[in-house]
């Protein structure tokens, strides 16, 4: 492979620069048998045309058009937004296919080190949460979080931890509704031992209000308190710390198959590379845990605009089928709704990275979901109960979607990213750099590189390698940079009135 580009897809007009070019620089095609000469100073992770391009035609990538040209553009042209246009609009009428081939399912014997709960489900982190239902106590479960860590000591528990949002309170219909379900998945998430449901006492989402949406309550496990109700909140919030914690202490890790785990897929702050080396390696590791019996999600709905048919392509039934269309259909509407144009997408950071439209983003973003065939298509803040690949239906909003992920059962989430961010959610959040030299530069955030595979590494050996550490993420053996520096948050949904 050439060290200062790389062609995707042999039916490509376009290579991806490798490192950055300059104008008169010639880049020899030995695919084509001839060589080309820069026009322009190129950045790195973005394209050059490799032949003449009319005005109209398709711009391919990935072996599919990620736009047109706006107008004509010749071989050693940087190939970018000034010359470029999205061809998508509006919703599509989509044609089932029937079902694709079997994807072999063939567990071994791998285990992981969790935790099995008493009602049947597994968990990798044995955490004591604050789950406060209104965003007024932000700050009281902050306070009685970290006087929690302070005052109980136990090597049996990762910690007590709580995460602020802004919601709870002046909220109606689908709004409140998008809350609890959010709130009500997190307290029933496996990673927390035990949990305390924080209360203020007057707000829309009240905790008998809260209690109508959470599973069955284990009250060894979950215990509540209304601030409003009690003389002194702290006093009291740390006594029912002190019985959860040493009701979370009572769980030790045991060898657990491999199958159990539930593996969110995101990406953020996307470059050229992302499509290239972080988000085809999600979408192995998705093959090998799911070929072991295991689980993953996607989300991030919008960001599958423009290569959603590869997803239908590969539905397990037709009702799944019918079901994804709903969902992509339902977001393009969403934003029509609103006035707003369906794809608005890629940000300004993406197009700096060097992506150009939403079809180049989204093809390179579908990557992750490797080739398993897509088997339940579910609600926002749904939870994920069928073994294989999954999608929830939510936005491409980081801290939404990782949130999303986390509600939806997910035990780690994978978060490929070619422009590097420190966000964690609530469960260990494990950053993926496209690049070497994002994994270089941002130490404290990045914890895999995957631009060693335009390096010089190997798919396979990167792969395994990058599956053997998951088990160790998995296992307790080693924790995310979001986890060692408390970069744990929350966002949630939200589309209506606020009072």
């Given at each position: 492979m050439s060290t200062q580009f790389i062609q995707v897809h042999p039916n490509d007009n376009v290579i991806v620069s490798l490192k950055e070019l300059s104008a008169n620089d010639s880049l020899h095609l030995d695919f084509l048998d001839k060589a080309v000469m820069l026009t322009t100073d190129i950045p790195s992770g973005h394209k050059v045309a490799i032949e003449d391009i009319e005005e109209g035609q398709d711009i391919i990538k990935y072996g599919f058009p990620i736009g047109k040209a706006s107008k004509a553009i010749k071989a050693g042209d940087w190939v970018h937004t000034d010359?470029?246009?999205?061809?998508?609009?509006?919703?599509?009428?989509y044609e089932y296919q029937g079902q694709k081939k079997e994807f072999a399912i063939s567990p071994t014997n791998l285990t992981f080190q969790g935790y099995k709960r008493h009602n049947g489900e597994v968990g990798i982190r044995n955490e004591v949460w604050i789950i406060?239902?209104?965003?007024?106590?932000?700050?009281?479960?902050?306070?009685?979080?970290?006087?929690g860590n302070d005052s109980f000591k136990q090597e049996e528990i990762d910690g007590i931890y709580h995460f602020p949002h802004p919601l709870g309170c002046s909220q109606l219909g689908d709004d409140l509704s998008y809350t609890q379900k959010v709130l009500s998945r997190l307290v029933d998430h496996p990673n927390a031992a035990a949990v305390l449901v924080l209360g203020l006492g007057c707000e829309n989402n009240f905790i008998e209000a809260f209690k109508q949406v959470l599973p069955e309550i284990d009250e060894n496990r979950v215990k509540f308190m209304a601030v409003q109700d009690v003389q002194d909140e702290l006093e009291e919030g740390l006594e029912l710390l002190e019985d959860l914690v040493d009701y979370a202490a009572t769980f030790k890790r045991e060898p657990i198959p491999v199958s159990e785990l539930k593996i969110g897929l995101k990406c953020g702050g996307s470059d050229g590379f992302s499509g290239i080396t972080a988000n085809p390696l999600v979408g192995a590791f998705s093959d090998m845990l799911i070929t072991e019996g295991g689980s993953t999600i996607l989300t991030e709905v919008p960001e599958m605009f423009g290569a959603e048919t590869i997803l239908m392509d590969r539905v397990a039934s037709e009702q799944v089928f019918t079901d994804l269309v709903d969902v992509v259909n339902g977001f393009k509407e969403y934003f029509i709704?609103?006035?707003?144009?369906?794809?608005?997408?890629?940000?300004?950071?993406?197009?700096?990275?060097g992506i150009t439209t939403l079809e180049e983003k989204s093809l390179g973003c579908v990557q992750k979901g490797g080739f398993a065939p897509v088997v339940d298509v579910l609600p926002y803040a749904s939870k994920v109960t069928k073994k294989g690949l999954s999608i929830v239906q939510g936005p491409g909003n980081d801290l939404v979607s990782v949130t999303n992920l986390a509600a939806a059962g997910a035990h780690i989430v994978l978060f490929t990213t070619g422009r590097g961010t420190p966000f964690g959610g609530p469960v260990p959040t494990v950053k993926i750099s496209t690049n070497t030299p994002l994994a270089e530069k941002k130490k404290n955030w990045i914890d895999y590189n995957a631009g060693q595979l335009v390096d010089g590494a190997n798919m396979d050996d990167v792969k395994q390698d990058f599956f053997n550490y998951l088990i160790q993420i998995a296992s307790g053996e080693k924790k995310t940079n979001n986890e060692q520096y408390g970069f744990k948050e929350i966002a949630i949904f939200k589309d209506g009135v606020t009072l």
């Amino acid at each position: 492979m050439s060290t200062q580009f790389i062609q995707v897809h042999p039916n490509d007009n376009v290579i991806v620069s490798l490192k950055e070019l300059s104008a008169n620089d010639s880049l020899h095609l030995d695919f084509l048998d001839k060589a080309v000469m820069l026009t322009t100073d190129i950045p790195s992770g973005h394209k050059v045309a490799i032949e003449d391009i009319e005005e109209g035609q398709d711009i391919i990538k990935y072996g599919f058009p990620i736009g047109k040209a706006s107008k004509a553009i010749k071989a050693g042209d940087w190939v970018h937004t000034d010359n470029v246009v999205t061809k998508l609009s509006g919703t599509l009428d989509y044609e089932y296919q029937g079902q694709k081939k079997e994807f072999a399912i063939s567990p071994t014997n791998l285990t992981f080190q969790g935790y099995k709960r008493h009602n049947g489900e597994v968990g990798i982190r044995n955490e004591v949460w604050i789950i406060n239902t209104v965003g007024c106590i932000n700050k009281t479960a902050e306070l009685l979080a970290k006087m929690g860590n302070d005052s109980f000591k136990q090597e049996e528990i990762d910690g007590i931890y709580h995460f602020p949002h802004p919601l709870g309170c002046s909220q109606l219909g689908d709004d409140l509704s998008y809350t609890q379900k959010v709130l009500s998945r997190l307290v029933d998430h496996p990673n927390a031992a035990a949990v305390l449901v924080l209360g203020l006492g007057c707000e829309n989402n009240f905790i008998e209000a809260f209690k109508q949406v959470l599973p069955e309550i284990d009250e060894n496990r979950v215990k509540f308190m209304a601030v409003q109700d009690v003389q002194d909140e702290l006093e009291e919030g740390l006594e029912l710390l002190e019985d959860l914690v040493d009701y979370a202490a009572t769980f030790k890790r045991e060898p657990i198959p491999v199958s159990e785990l539930k593996i969110g897929l995101k990406c953020g702050g996307s470059d050229g590379f992302s499509g290239i080396t972080a988000n085809p390696l999600v979408g192995a590791f998705s093959d090998m845990l799911i070929t072991e019996g295991g689980s993953t999600i996607l989300t991030e709905v919008p960001e599958m605009f423009g290569a959603e048919t590869i997803l239908m392509d590969r539905v397990a039934s037709e009702q799944v089928f019918t079901d994804l269309v709903d969902v992509v259909n339902g977001f393009k509407e969403y934003f029509i709704r609103y006035d707003q144009p369906v794809y608005e997408n890629p940000s300004p950071g993406n197009k700096k990275g060097g992506i150009t439209t939403l079809e180049e983003k989204s093809l390179g973003c579908v990557q992750k979901g490797g080739f398993a065939p897509v088997v339940d298509v579910l609600p926002y803040a749904s939870k994920v109960t069928k073994k294989g690949l999954s999608i929830v239906q939510g936005p491409g909003n980081d801290l939404v979607s990782v949130t999303n992920l986390a509600a939806a059962g997910a035990h780690i989430v994978l978060f490929t990213t070619g422009r590097g961010t420190p966000f964690g959610g609530p469960v260990p959040t494990v950053k993926i750099s496209t690049n070497t030299p994002l994994a270089e530069k941002k130490k404290n955030w990045i914890d895999y590189n995957a631009g060693q595979l335009v390096d010089g590494a190997n798919m396979d050996d990167v792969k395994q390698d990058f599956f053997n550490y998951l088990i160790q993420i998995a296992s307790g053996e080693k924790k995310t940079n979001n986890e060692q520096y408390g970069f744990k948050e929350i966002a949630i949904f939200k589309d209506g009135v606020t009072l």
